[in-house]
Nanobody, 122 residues
Framework: QVQLVESGGGLVQAGGSLRLSCAASERAFSSDAMGWFRQAPGKEREFVTR????????YYADSVKGRFTISRDNAKNTVYLLMTSLKPEDTAVYHC???????????????WGKGTLVTVSS
């Protein structure tokens, strides 16, 4: 059974940092691109970032560029999201995603995690 399980969310003050992790079952992880999306209360799901299977290529939403870094450890079937200089507007449930290709509108995603809540206080 394919599973993506996120962890690392929590409450942090503005300007702080958090690192999210997404542990994937082997079937979800092998040869797949991985990504992160987020959904704030009352808002639509928003693309955050994605990384290729090799880890050589990544892409970020303008809203997080320069503050967030995605990485992956294929040996551990885990993808990470390091979030720095956090802002209150980063508050959302962050979902891990996997697929052959991850479009910014979510097309191409085959598997979704249930999410982890990140709350940034001002």
């Amino acid at each position: 059974q394919v599973q993506l399980v996120e962890s690392g969310g929590g409450l942090v003050q503005a300007g702080g940092s958090l690192r999210l992790s997404c542990a994937a079952s082997e079937r979800a992880f092998s040869s797949d691109a991985m990504g992160w999306f987020r959904q704030a209360p009352g808002k639509e799901r928003e693309f955050v970032t994605r990384i290729s299977w090799s880890g050589r290529s990544s892409y970020y939403a303008d809203s997080v560029k320069g503050r967030f870094t995605i990485s992956r450890d294929n040996a551990k079937n885990t993808v990470y999201l390091l979030m720095t200089s956090l802002k209150p507007e980063d508050t959302a449930v962050y979902h891990c995603a996997a697929g052959q290709f991850i479009a910014t509108n979510g097309n191409g995603v085959n598997y979704w995690g249930k999410g982890t809540l990140v709350t940034v206080s001002s």
